[in-house]
């Protein structure tokens, strides 16, 4: 770590504004872009972003320099996201107008057909947001499970087990619609 | 970087495995659970393409969180649930009607 990093960190953990801006101003675009991993509407991953670093600027004198920013930040955010989660109606965070305004990375699988995608989608919305949180990372952006598990502040075997419990709960709830993936 | 996906595994394929063939996770067994998970995992990726890296905001978010700091700096005043000021406004009706319970009221606070 550079000095002036290091310079950086311990005077945000003392409760430094300009710090804070400056930590702001390096992080926000990460932090955006793990929440909007999350919640995948661009509007509310800038809201949760800021009541992420909302958070981070109360929680300042907890803050363990040596530990580094990054995970500590994603950690608050992944709260942040999850909240934001459970404040959701169900089959309201994953409306198909929203996938749209989102720019993905792959194509999807022209097999599967649009009815069955929207209706995989309702029914992920419908799971508890800590599963669904666990199998976004896990499984959709594919982030490994040492990752997912930090961000989340449980183990890595805890991670296996919501996204097992996700994709069966997934699977129940499709086969109950008469879709068998 | 990938967890776990694995080869062979045709999107399109069409399966009578039941919810409960989903292997748990400890066990490392294999057979058809793995791709009954193994199709679930494509068919979600399907209906929620990954976002990737590269997804960043519109705008310098900074501004919204100098609002934010204001926001919690605003007067106590301005955050007084509603129950309190339809309670107030009742109060101030109730005496506009009938002035001369005024006393009373002032008597039995």
């Not at chain 2, 045709?10 to 058809?32: F, K, R, V, Y």
């Given at each position: ?77 992944t ?55 666990a ?13 997912v598990a930090?961000a989340l502040g449980i ?27 | ?109």
């Amino acid at each position: 770590m550079r000095d002036d990093e290091s310079g950086v960190l311990s005077k945000f953990r003392q409760g430094d504004a300009d710090a804070f801006e400056a930590l702001f101003r390096t992080h926000q675009r990460s932090v955006f872009g793990w929440v909007l991993r999350i919640v995948r509407d661009p509007d509310a991953a800038e809201d949760v972003t800021v009541e992420a670093f909302w958070r981070m600027h109360l929680a300042h004198a907890r803050f363990d320099p040596a530990r580094g920013f990054e995970p500590w930040a994603r950690r608050i955010a992944t709260h942040a996201a999850v909240d934001w989660l459970r404040k959701q109606k169900p089959e309201s965070g994953m409306a198909p107008e929203l996938w749209e305004r989102v720019p993905a990375v792959a194509g999807s699988d022209s097999a599967i057909t649009t009815e069955i995608r929207e209706k995989t989608a309702r029914a992920f919305s419908r799971l508890p947001a800590k599963l669904r949180v666990a199998a976004l990372l896990a499984v959709v952006e594919e982030r490994p499970h040492r990752e997912v598990a930090e961000a989340l502040g449980i183990s890595v075997t805890a991670v296996k087990l919501r996204v097992f419990r996700a994709l069966r709960l997934l699977r129940k709830d499709l086969s109950e619609q008469g879709i068998k993936p | 970087m990938t967890n776990d996906r694995k080869k062979g595994s045709g999107a399109g394929e069409q399966a009578s495995a039941t919810p409960s063939s989903l292997n748990h996770p400890h066990d490392i067994s294999g057979g058809a659970g793995d791709q009954d998970a193994e199709r679930m995992k494509q068919l979600l990726r399907s209906a929620l393409p990954p976002l990737g890296d590269q997804q960043e905001p519109d705008r310098d978010l900074w501004p919204a969180m100098l609002r934010r700091f204001d926001e919690q700096n605003t007067p106590r005043a301005s955050r007084v649930p509603w129950f309190d000021w339809a309670l107030a406004g009742g109060l101030v009706a109730f005496a506009a009607i009938a002035p001369r319970a005024i006393p009373v009221i002032l008597y039995y606070l």
